[in-house]
């Protein structure tokens, strides 16, 4: 006969962690792999410290999201519309919505650039393959039952991935503590405005409110309530901290092997990161570098579409679970509509443009307005009258939400 306390000790170990994790799995794909690359390449170790406050505005939003979620008695977008009315909430799933399905297309395209350096992927073969992907990953979606279970495991092996292959290429570049440390010191290196573009990638990548948002939904998912609030914030902590980690890596990688013999503006794409690490590093350099793009844009692939889906079923009542059957069918279709774009992307060579300018300006919108719903909903009262987080964190949710408008001023200032 199984012990009760010994089994009730197994089910708090498995319910440990998981809902950030997803969220930096969501966080590190190809776009942030390519902004690491290109800083450390343009600016060596001079913007470490830029990853690493990044990183904490981002624990301070995922921390708060997820004490919501654990906390408030409806979903997200469920109590927006309880609070401010159907329309708010439907106006934030939009956004959610848009930027999700209009950047879903680069995670495909990533994922057919980390085979065609390892196995020469002719076009015909990578059309296909972005075909067989996502209509696999659909039937998935549509298919499993317990769908956050898998999810989890799945991108715990993903992550894993990328910290095998990241960490081996940082061991065979052999970067300078030093300099790393040094990089720590909050500066400004010379020639910054001709890079302007590729920090504010960076920080974009890694403070990224959409995903922080949607670990609300993530931590009732995983089953937490008012009691797991300690264990919400350890996770934030933790998910959080890999992914600075491994941006760090990619950044130092970038910064001791191409910095002073190439520009940023030479890695256009992930291929040419690919491409530029082989002759210096070698060929186990380059097969470390496609599998950690690999990793990071099926993880990506996956979660952004669910962060879509999702949020926008909740926005307009119609379920906020992954076992619902709307949230699964708006995934579907963010899902279908990344695989669309990325086929016409790999059929004519074209990037769509004003496909990509529309999300950022959707993204420039949609950030404050985002912050500004993790910071309201973290001031909700509770029953006994007391708001959902305590001051200290609504400090960092406010720092979070300047944060967000100062990105989007800035982001704005440097596209015109």
Not at 220 to 226: A, C, L
Not at 264 to 277: F, P, T, Y
Not at 281 to 300: D, P
Not at 316 to 340: I, K, Q
Request: with cysteine.
């Amino acid at each position: 006969m199984t012990d009760p306390a010994s089994s009730g000790k197994r089910c708090t170990t498995s319910r440990g962690f998981g809902p950030a994790l997803i969220v930096a799995a969501v966080v590190l794909g190809p776009g942030s792999i390519l902004a690491s690359s290109r800083v450390g390449a343009d600016f060596g170790f001079a913007f470490v410290w830029v990853v690493v406050l990044a990183a904490l505005a981002m624990i301070g939003q995922v921390a708060l999201a997820a004490r919501s979620g654990a906390s408030l008695d409806g979903s997200p977008c469920d109590e927006l519309a309880r609070g401010l009315g159907r329309p708010a909430a439907g106006l934030v799933g939009i956004v959610v919505f848009l930027i999700v399905a209009c950047f879903q297309f680069g995670n495909n395209v990533a994922i057919v650039a980390g085979l065609r350096p390892l196995f020469g992927v002719s076009d015909g073969v990578a059309f296909g393959l972005v075909v067989v992907w996502n209509l696999a990953l659909a039937g998935v979606i549509l298919g499993t039952r317990r769908l956050y279970r898998s999810l989890e495991l799945f991108l715990r092996a993903l992550v894993l991935a990328m910290v095998v292959a990241f960490v081996g290429n940082l061991v065979l570049a052999r970067p300078s503590v030093s300099a790393f440390a040094h990089g720590l010191l909050p500066s400004v290196p010379e020639g910054f405005e001709g890079g302007a573009v590729g920090v504010l990638g960076l920080v974009g990548t890694t403070f990224s409110v959409a995903a922080a948002f949607y670990q609300g939904y993530l931590v009732r998912e995983k089953g937490w309530g008012p009691d797991d609030l300690r264990r919400s914030l350890a996770d934030s902590a933790v998910g959080i901290s890999v992914l600075a980690l491994l941006t760090l890596i990619i950044m130092a990688t970038a910064a001791t092997v191409l910095h002073g013999s190439i520009g940023g503006d030479e890695l256009q794409s992930i291929a040419d990161v690919a491409r530029l690490l082989e002759p210096l590093l070698g060929e186990q350099a380059k097969v470390l570098f496609c599998l950690g793009l690999i990793a990071g844009a099926l993880s990506s692939c996956l979660v952004n579409v669910m962060i879509g889906g999702t949020v926008l079923s909740d926005a307009f009542g119609l379920g906020a679970r992954l076992d619902e059957p709307w949230p699964r069918r708006l995934t579907v279709v963010a899902l279908m509509t990344g695989m669309v774009v990325a086929l016409v992307v790999l059929q004519t060579g074209q990037r769509p443009v004003g496909l990509i300018l529309f999300a950022q300006a959707v993204t420039v919108i949609g950030n404050p307005l985002l912050a500004g719903a993790i910071l309201w909903l973290a001031m909700r009262p509770l029953a006994g009258g007391d708001r959902v987080a305590p001051p200290a964190m609504l400090v960092a949710g406010w720092l979070g939400f300047l944060l967000a408008v100062g990105l989007a001023i800035r982001t704005v200032l440097v596209l015109s």
